[in-house]
């Protein structure tokens, strides 16, 4: 694997090494000793999957507080996404920055998502789906969430939202105190 620091401190964007041959290719997606050796949290306690049948569908920004604050490893298994990571660590010399990558079927790719961002995408293609490694079991009372166009952040989505959930819409405006 091949891991790219973004600006944001924490987040990678992470690519395949295949090894190919006349059947195909092979590549390794997760080695703990790898996550370790690039200071990821390398633990996984859930994975979850979500389908988002039309292009233009937003899901986010989800995050979880402190003491279940969790890492996501997320890959684009069917489709493609446009995958946002949004520092809400206060004390994070990059809080209140984003970042975002194109993860789809064909490229492969993963954004690592450390504790403390919250993260969200906006498919771009028809039935995309999503596959998520957590180091966090999913704790309902910790579950938090910023607006997708908070101007706080001034996040740049590309093509036209569509469907969007009620929760992920109406999000107060951040206020950082």
Not at 125 to 138: K, P
Request: with cysteine.
């Amino acid at each position: 694997m091949i891991f790219l620091q973004t600006k944001l401190s924490g987040v990678f964007e992470i690519q395949l090494e295949p090894s190919t041959d006349e059947r195909g290719f092979f590549a390794r997606s997760w080695c703990r000793e790898e996550f370790e050796r690039e200071g990821l949290n390398p633990s996984l306690v859930q994975c979850s999957i979500s389908f988002s049948s039309k292009k233009g569908t937003l899901r986010g920004m989800h995050y979880q507080t402190g003491p279940y604050g969790e890492a996501k490893l997320v890959r684009c298994t069917n489709g493609a996404i446009y995958d946002v990571a949004l520092d809400m660590r206060p004390h994070s010399a990059t809080f209140m920055q984003w970042i975002a990558a194109e993860l789809t079927a064909t490229n492969r790719n993963a954004l690592y998502i450390p504790e403390g961002c919250a993260h969200g995408f906006l498919t771009l293609q028809d039935e995309s789906e999503v596959f998520y490694q957590m180091s966090e079991f999913y704790h309902p009372e910790a579950a938090r969430g910023v607006r997708w166009d908070d101007p706080a952040f001034n996040i740049v989505w590309p093509g036209f939202l569509q469907v969007i959930s009620d929760r992920d819409r109406t999000y107060a405006d951040f206020n950082p105190r």
